[in-house]
């Protein structure tokens, strides 16, 4: 494989997992959360490879997905205690989580391979030369194997759940009548949205995550009005955007996960404008 | 240099450079923290953020045109790209199903990659002084110069002065827009202007603290300031104070430690401000609630002895009769400890006295217990005459209400229920006037 | 013969104040009971807290005699209409599917059974033709009548619905009131919080008036009169929500 397909591979899959798992957000009218996450994860992620002093997969995705939930699980706890409303406690928590893990970069520059721009749109380019090697073996290139992988994994997670999903998406209340804790499966996505988010996070930085938590989910809710198909399109606009953001960034010579975010926002505004010119005719 | 000294020389401000940024900081945080308090209660929060990271392909683009780092220049640009931000996000909602949380991401997330491709293709075009560009990511407050200040300054007081004059308007769309717009105020137009207002605050922010977590500034302030007042102004002037006490820290800090950004640690002393808030503020912290909820459990526990005592001596019809600690323990069932801390406390107050370890209560005491019974007999009677409940049902919920019933309810009661003499279980209702003899 | 619903000195408290305040009552088998209260009563609340969806701060609810959590399934729920988003992408037939999630196991799809079900219901209200339709292109009536029909797909014995007359037209106003005798007749109590005082004659065989505490509760002929809702609606029990706001600050 040539460096430059293992890029494109490695936004595709960045892509269209967040894609995936980012539209259940939408449907919960809670997109700003995987912005949160996609901030607060930082600090678990650096804790992680301050402790165990190396990049293992393994405490990375604990720590990410304890972050995860915690974000979550604070924001609920704030906003209990009266006259903080939802969006404000969310707010607080991300800032003050992303702020300490700035912090933590800025301060262990030189023992994590992180540096305060590569938080925000990662690197990308290099993805090809960072071997995962397990048992002493050369697996593949980290960021994709780990992101195929998550992918996978996701997928699962949705097929084998969807019911789960879909009703306490839907109409939490009545899931819980009928014994599907709304709230236990809101923590179980927020583990998967972390894993998902911190996998991606090393290699593409927050900006990509964000935009791919998102846009993909709404392009296709502006096409479809059935959960399945726009499952399906969120993933073909999230590998759309990840081939056209490629392209561009290359003929720019510029940031090519911010680009891939960019190609995914003018995906959305064209969708968009056409939806509404038809609508208005 | 010592910490010391350093912290000497920043806030004696005896160099220039140094006054300039506290000045320009306190400026900035105070107008975010102000303005952010109408974005806080509009629940619009998450707005700041879109509009701060919208304002990155401003900056750049203004900087691509002019080939220069003009202040004034860049927060032009700011202003338009964030603009048209919160103008796309109010078109997506209203020209499609999705929600204002989808639409804020959308924009987000765009513009600050739009922003990032800009500055990286400045950076790799090489021109001399663009490197102070990225520090508009995470902020540096030692950056403010002096012609900074006399901007922000002019800016923030302008801020200042229409919030300040709309300010009656502003909380009337804020609390009721339906209202508003009856009584002919013209809502829109004043929305508008309070949202420019806010972009603005944040837009002359982004040099110190980074178009990521600028937002921060807007709604943590706010968040702090409402857990100590319910008053719309002190709450804005308690926002500004603790917006500008975390901008001048945050320079305080990036001071000391030049090397890093300021943005970080200004959201640190900001969200330390919230945290103190929610635990200390009096009332509603969670310490003082706390402590009011012990309090109210001491206080039930010795008003339960007071009762006990009063209904004891009540069948003598003789108070002087005086009980060893068990044997008030088993009129009640009593923990031993908890009885005794009551006890102690009922001495001291006044209302129960010890004659050789023995106890009874003082003519205060007897008249408190009857209180207590007379409150527990009087909502038992209201209960069973409005409510209907069987008679078996209204003990438990006196036994809670007698600790909870003030001195009006308890007029009012007995206004209600016609000065009753008996409850339901045809006991008498004791009144302190002549009854009570010691 | 056990009570479908007991409630035996239920508080249930939303921030410390209490919100429903040691109410006890028992509904018989084969009637349709009202549920009447000014706004902020506590009628939702209550249906919320025999389905167990509220943590109480004391007493308990049966079903048949069973806590809750063993008679789930005899129970269905019908939450306000207003409380879902109906741009969801999802069908007509999906939403009423729903019911039977309840007797799946974790990882079990719906079955043709489950289906056949679900369709069936769909004709008890007459929206077998709008099977495929979007939930979004559905009027307020004929969300609320796949609201009933996901319910009737339970097969339960109890049936709480939170203001199903709301914001529909009177076409299904009617269509929903006989849907409710007819599973009456069946033998199952239908519990519905409802606002319009006008048809509570008509349309209920007990009444439960609500104002925080139960302020009576029985046949609509004996309790829904003008003095009992004078009780109700009056400033009589004024003095309860002062109280419940001393409760919540003194906890």
């Known amino acids: 494989m040539t460096p430059d397909m293992t890029v494109i591979i490695t936004g595709i899959l960045v892509a269209v997992s967040c894609g995936l798992i980012g539209l259940f957000l939408i449907l919960r009218q809670n997109a700003m959360l995987g912005d949160a996450i996609s901030h607060s994860i930082l600090p678990g992620l650096v804790l992680a490879f301050l402790i165990t002093g190396s990049r293992n997969v393994l405490p990375m995705f604990i720590g990410a997905g304890v972050v995860g939930v915690l974000t979550a699980f604070i924001t609920e706890t704030i906003s209990k205690t009266e006259r903080v409303y939802k969006d404000a406690a969310l707010g607080i928590v991300f800032t003050t989580l992303f702020a300490i893990g700035v912090i933590l970069v800025s301060i262990f520059t030189g023992e994590i391979d992180l540096d305060q721009e590569c938080v925000l749109y990662g690197e990308i380019t290099y993805v090809h030369w960072d071997r995962l090697i397990m048992f002493g073996l050369d697996i593949g290139p980290r960021a994709p194997v780990i992101l195929a992988a998550i992918l996978i994994i996701d997928i699962l997670f949705i097929f084998l759940f969807f019911k789960q999903l879909k009703i306490t998406s839907f109409d939490p209340q009545f899931a819980d009548s009928l014994m599907i804790s709304s709230k236990k499966w809101h923590y179980i996505l927020m583990i998967f949205v972390s894993m998902t988010v911190v996998a991606s996070f090393e290699s593409v930085g927050a900006i990509l995550v964000i935009a791919m938590l998102i846009l993909p989910g709404a392009t296709s809710f502006l096409l479809t009005t059935k959960l399945l198909p726009m499952l399906l399109l969120s993933a073909l606009f999230g590998t759309l955007s990840a081939l056209g953001g490629y392209y561009c960034a290359s003929l720019l010579d510029t940031s090519i996960s911010s680009s891939i975010a960019v190609f995914g926002g003018i995906i959305f505004f064209i969708i968009f404008l056409i939806k509404s010119v038809v609508r208005t005719n | ?438 | 013969m056990e009570a479908p619903i007991e409630v035996h000195d239920l508080t249930v408290a939303y921030r410390k104040k209490p919100v429903l305040w040691n109410i006890d009552f028992e509904l018989p088998e084969s009637k349709i009971i009202g549920l009447i209260g000014p706004n902020g009563a506590g009628k939702s609340t209550l249906i919320k807290a025999i389905m167990g969806l509220l943590p109480t701060v004391s007493g308990f609810v049966k079903i048949y005699g069973k806590p809750i959590k063993d008679a789930r399934k005899r129970v269905a729920y019908v939450p306000q209409r207003e409380s879902v988003d109906w741009d969801f992408p999802t069908s007509a037939f999906d939403v009423v599917l729903m019911g039977r999630y309840g007797n799946l196991s974790l990882f079990q799809r719906p079955t043709k059974a489950d289906k056949e079900i679900a369709y069936e219901s769909l004709k008890k209200v007459g929206m077998e033709e709008y099977a495929d339709r979007q939930i979004s292109q559905l009027s307020g009536g004929q969300q609320q009548r796949i609201f009933l029909a996901r319910s009737l797909t339970q097969n339960a014995d109890v049936y709480l619905m939170d203001e199903p007359f709301v914001g529909v037209d009177a076409s299904t106003e009617k269509a929903i009131i006989s849907l409710l005798k007819e599973l009456k007749d069946r033998g199952k109590t239908v519990v519905v919080v409802h606002h319009d005082l006008h048809t509570v004659r008509e349309y209920f065989d007990w009444v439960l008036l609500l104002n925080m505490r139960l302020v009576k509760i029985g046949p609509t002929k004996e309790i829904f009169t003008d003095e009992n809702l004078k009780l109700t609606y009056g400033g009589k029990l004024n003095l309860l929500s002062e109280m419940a706001e001393k409760v919540g600050e003194h906890r």
């Open chain 2, 1 to 438: 240099m010592e910490l010391w000294d350093l912290t000497i020389r920043f806030f004696s401000m005896a160099d220039a450079n140094v006054r300039y940024v506290i000045f320009g900081s306190m400026l900035l945080g105070g107008a975010a923290g102000g303005l952010g308090t109408f974005a806080f209660l509009q629940r619009r929060s998450l707005v700041g953020d879109t509009v701060a990271h919208a304002a990155l392909p401003g900056v750049a683009i203004a900087f691509l045109l002019t080939g220069e780092k003009n202040l004034l220049i860049i927060l032009s640009g700011a202003l338009f790209t964030s603009w048209i931000g919160v103008v796309l996000v109010n078109y997506i909602i209203s020209r499609s199903k999705l929600k204002l949380d989808t639409a804020l991401g959308i924009v987000l997330s765009v513009f600050f990659g739009i922003g990032i491709v800009l500055l990286s293709i400045i950076q790799k075009s090489g021109s001399g002084s663009q490197s102070g560009l990225d520090k508009f990511l995470f902020g540096q407050a030692a950056a403010i110069s002096k012609n900074d200040v006399i901007l922000l300054a002019i800016v923030g007081t302008a801020l200042l002065a229409i919030m300040t004059s709309l300010y009656p308007k502003f909380k009337i769309i804020v609390f009721d827009p339906l209202f508003a717009s009856a009584s002919g105020l013209k809502t829109n137009f004043l929305q508008f202007l309070l949202s420019t207002l806010i972009v603005i605050s944040v837009i002359i922010g982004l040099q110190a603290v980074g178009v990521v977590l600028m937002a921060a500034l807007l709604f943590t302030p706010a968040a702090a300031a409402r857990q100590w007042t319910d008053n719309l102004s002190k709450m804005i002037m308690l926002a500004s104070v603790f917006g500008a006490a975390s901008g001048i820290l945050g320079a305080y800090i990036s001071f000391l430690a030049p090397k890093f950004p300021t943005g970080p640690w200004i959201v640190i002393v900001v969200s330390f401000i919230f945290v103190t808030s929610i635990l200390f503020a009096p009332k509603r912290g969670v310490i003082s609630k706390m402590r009011l909820h012990l309090n109210n459990q001491r206080k039930t526990n010795r008003e339960h002895i007071l009762k006990a005592l009063y209904k004891s001596g009540q069948k003598l019809n003789d108070w002087s009769k005086t009980y060893s600690i068990s044997e008030i323990a088993n009129f009640w069932s009593f923990a031993e400890s908890k009885l005794k801390y009551g006890i102690r406390q009922l001495t001291r107050q006044g209302m129960m006295e010890s004659i050789n370890g023995r106890y009874k209560l003082t003519d205060i005491g007897i008249s408190e217990g009857a209180r207590v019974l007379r409150l527990h007999r009087l909502w038992e009677l209201y209960l069973s005459k409005y409510l209907e409940l069987p008679e078996d049902h209204l003990h438990r919920d006196a036994e809670d209400m007698e600790h909870i019933i003030t001195p009006e309810i308890e007029a009012r009661l007995v206004k209600l229920l016609d000065n009753p003499q008996y409850d339901p279980h045809n006991q008498e209702i004791p009144y302190t006037d002549g009854k009570v003899k010691s």
